[in-house]
């Protein structure tokens, strides 16, 4: 199982750590472009493989594709980050060339592989993948509501005080501060509802915090987060690798699910060897559809920015 992690930055490497540590990937494959890096971060992570007792080999490569030759999965979060007070739809001009570059360049080498999309704005970058590259649709798989959804349990244990462990909860809709629709009605703890800990206040205000987790990072931070990101795309990059029939929510093209079309969005799907398997139609009340209606729009109107 060989798995290719394009960008070196904090969310890259985070990522593959992760991996390493899981030890379910025989390699691992850090690229980037500028000279040195990814394999100065490979030789680090290297270094602490006898002490966290993983034998998963990984390289660095400065831009030379045929190093990620016959990967299984590759990881794309290659891009600029986000600066205090930016919208990741601001970042759509500079990314969508570089996810389309890179995409392509990985096809070349591995024209089977599996592609997670983290780099953002991430709904629109994964379906930019969708429709320059003509790959099944399986095989393109957006990574924000595993993120916002580890985010939203977060949150809920937050506010009944309660281990995290117990709690379960689901983000699905647009990867953005307006677009995630956290689904509240569905979150439990221990198969009990949330709503029979917290008033409806409480859970509201859990929903929005949920929303601006990223911003609330971005702007402690001075830039993106990394570690939450790289967990999440971990835990997907395991779920495929080994065929775990996992249930995430994940950007995915729709055909009809949810009543839209021609749109990645977040939705629940289960994840296995070969990308996403199913995808998993769950009831929603009338005012969890009415916000993934007007998410939907608002993912639609930034891929019309993309110049196709």
Same mark, same amino acid.
């Given at each position: ?23 379910? /990937?025989? !390699?691992?494959? +850090?690229? $980037? @472009? ?5 394999? *100065?971060?490979?030789?680090?992570? #290297? ?111 937050? /506010?009944? !005080?309660?281990? +995290?462990? $117990? @709690? ?5 809709? *647009?990867?953005?501060?307006?677009? #995630? ?128």
């Amino acid at each position: 199982m060989k798995v290719t992690v394009v960008g070196a930055g904090a969310v890259g490497a985070s990522c593959a750590e992760y991996i390493a540590i899981k030890d379910f /990937a025989s !390699e691992v494959v +850090i690229l $980037d @472009i500028k000279e040195g890096y990814a394999e *100065g971060k490979a030789m680090d992570l #290297m270094q602490t493989a006898s002490l966290m007792g993983f034998d998963t080999k990984i390289s660095g490569s400065t831009n030379d594709y045929a190093k990620t030759a016959d990967s299984h999965i590759a990881v794309i979060t290659s891009g600029i980050p986000r600066k205090p007070g930016m919208t990741r739809e601001e970042l759509i001009g500079i990314n969508a060339g570089i996810v389309k570059t890179v995409s392509s360049n990985l096809l070349k080498h591995s024209p089977n592989v599996i592609i997670i999309v983290v780099s953002n704005p991430m709904d629109t970058m994964t379906y930019l993948v969708h429709k320059t590259t003509g790959i099944p649709k399986n095989r393109i798989i957006g990574m924000g509501g595993a993120l916002d959804s580890a985010r939203f349990k977060y949150r809920l244990a937050e /506010a009944m !005080e309660a281990p +995290i462990s $117990d @709690i379960d909860g689901m983000v699905i809709g *647009g990867h953005s501060d307006t677009g #995630m629709v956290p689904l509240t009605s569905h979150a439990t703890r221990n198969s009990i509802r949330v709503s029979e800990f917290l008033s409806a206040d409480r859970l509201q205000q859990v929903a929005d915090d949920t929303k601006v987790g990223g911003a609330t990072l971005t702007k402690l931070l001075g830039t993106s987060a990394w570690y939450a990101p790289g967990a999440a795309v971990s835990s997907m990059v395991q779920a495929i690798a080994c065929d775990q029939k996992k249930m995430f929510p994940c950007s995915t093209m729709l055909d009809g699910e949810y009543g839209l079309n021609d749109i990645c969005i977040g939705v629940p799907v289960i994840l296995g060897k070969d990308g996403i398997e199913k995808i998993i139609d769950i009831p929603l009340s009338d005012a969890e559809k009415a916000k993934m209606k007007e998410s939907a729009a608002g993912v639609t109107k930034t891929n019309g920015l993309l110049e196709l």
